[in-house]
């Protein structure tokens, strides 16, 4: 074999395991609300459904919520949190630099399914989806339900960021 050869062969390898490991890595971080794992099915029902108008658990934003829901604190990556991020892997929204980035910008779920919205950001914001309002702490997080079929927006302090389609 020439050197050329041998050169351009050390290249495709390389090539070839770069794009197994990355494959590997995102294959990984994709599980979806779908998954066998239902251990955590019950409490995020009872999180969904809490009755009183305000609930912050949160200990860094003193900011008043106005009556509207506040769910999760992500700050310290608590073991809830990071059940949650586990549970919704690539059905969670995370924002970050106010609101600005976010990853991803959409996905599909069937009606009924929930995803999880992750405030990364040290600031406190209002996300609204299917015309409700969730005020999520600074590096807090909230669990929705999408209900309504189609495709619906996500907004961050009334901006539309990112959507997600809703099937039947």
């Given amino acids: 074999m020439d050197k050329n050869t041998k050169v351009l ?6 090539v070839i395991v770069l794009g197994g490991l990355i494959w590997v890595v995102f294959s990984n971080n994709s599980t979806g609300v779908n998954s066998d794992d239902t251990s955590s ?5 009872s999180i969904q459904s809490i009755p009183t108008s305000t609930v912050s658990t949160s200990t860094s934003s003193t900011a008043a919520t ?3 829901r506040v769910v999760g604190d992500a700050e310290k990556n608590t073991p809830l949190y990071v059940e949650m991020v586990k549970k919704f892997g690539g ?4 924002f970050s630099a106010n609101c600005t980035s976010v990853q991803p910008s959409s996905f599909v779920l069937k009606a009924g399914q ?5 405030n990364r950001d040290s600031k406190a914001h209002t996300f609204s989806f299917g015309g ?3 005020a999520v702490t600074d590096y807090g997080y909230a669990i929705v339900t999408a209900i309504k079929a189609g495709t619906q927006p996500l907004l961050c302090d009334g901006i539309q960021r990112a959507r997600v389609t809703v099937e039947k």
């Fill in 41 to 45: 099915s019950d409490y995020l029902r």
């Fill in 114 to 118: 929930q995803f999880m919205v992750d």
């Fill in 91 to 94: 059905n969670r929204f995370q």
């Fill in 9 to 14: 062969l050390a290249i495709v390898t390389v």
């Fill in 132 to 134: 409700k309002k969730y």
């Fill in 66 to 68: 106005g009556g509207i």
